[in-house]
């Protein structure tokens, strides 16, 4: 017995020296995996609340007012959510993403300036490109007056559903019974009216006019008309910084804490597409 127990103390002592060795490497392995849960875990409830961002931001789109305040393509705006998700507020912050197709900011001083047009301009009247009466920005602008004014442009459209036309347009001076019409044509021949501009805006102030194109049909040669109907050389209606762009794209960055979520969608007449929805990380 007494060389049994002789036997066993060297081994009791291997044994303890070797749990002395593990036990340390044991803990630091839990705590490093408690840790990764714990980051984990945070990292979720970021994510979750980032998310929270993107879909308060779709339904301001799609059913609030945060759609008018993104006029222009490029047009961003910032915001925070009203209530924390998880403890946390989301930053949110929303930009109109929108491809030019054409565009002329009359800036040329003549009518064959902008980019993305089939041909210059055509003019027939009283239709002329001028510094005067103040333009909405810059140096030029068109002015158009008396019965015979008529301008028109064409470009290729057939590739882009959805367009849109943009303007900035100003009336001045106009009595019951003058207008001027904005046409569309497919082909040049056959006309409809987009929009029309009477003596209840003559306000002698430039206003945006966004015009949804999306539901005529587009082609390569797809032509845009103003078509004048006032009875005077007094009557003045202008126009400013003319675009035709694509479908609209607002994209989404929702931030909370460490985590990033974007999105792309469209909105059109209350339907939405999401087009992309990513998660980033942002870096320590």
């Known amino acids: 017995m007494r060389d049994e127990r002789g036997q066993a103390l060297p081994l009791a002592l291997v044994a303890l020296a070797i749990g002395a060795l593990l036990v340390p490497v044991f803990m630091q392995s839990v705590s490093v995996h408690t840790v990764a849960a714990r980051n984990n875990s945070s990292s979720l409830v970021q994510q979750y609340s980032a998310e929270a961002g993107i879909e308060d931001a779709i339904w301001q789109l799609a059913s609030g007012d945060l759609a008018s305040e993104l006029t222009f393509p490029g047009d961003t705006t910032g915001y925070t959510l009203s209530a924390p998700v998880n403890d946390i507020v989301p930053g949110i912050l929303v930009t109109r993403v929108q491809d030019s197709i054409a565009i002329d900011d009359l800036e040329s ?129 202008y126009i400013d910084d003319v ?30 597409t999401i087009q992309s929805w990513t998660l980033d990380i942002v870096p320590d």
């Open 109 to 237: 001083g003549g009518w064959a300036g902008g980019s993305g047009w089939l041909y210059d301009w055509h003019h027939e009247g009283d239709s002329i490109i001028t510094s005067a009466d103040s333009p909405h920005q810059g140096t030029y602008h068109i002015q158009m007056r008396n019965t015979d004014s008529y301008i028109k442009r064409a470009l290729d459209t057939s590739e882009w559903p959805g367009t849109h036309l943009i303007l900035w347009a100003k009336v001045s001076a106009f009595e019951s019974g003058d207008k001027v019409y904005c046409k569309i044509s497919p082909d040049n021949f056959n006309w409809t009216t987009v929009m029309t501009w009477t003596s209840t805006v003559s306000d002698d102030t430039y206003h945006i006019a966004n015009i949804d194109l999306s539901s005529y049909t587009m082609s390569s040669e797809f032509w845009i008309a103003f078509d004048s109907e006032m009875d005077s050389d007094t009557d003045y209606f």
């Open 243 to 272: 675009e035709i762009a694509g479908p609209i794209v607002y994209e989404i960055i929702s931030t909370a804490g460490s985590e990033v979520t974007t999105a792309d969608i469209s909105v059109e007449d209350g339907n939405i």
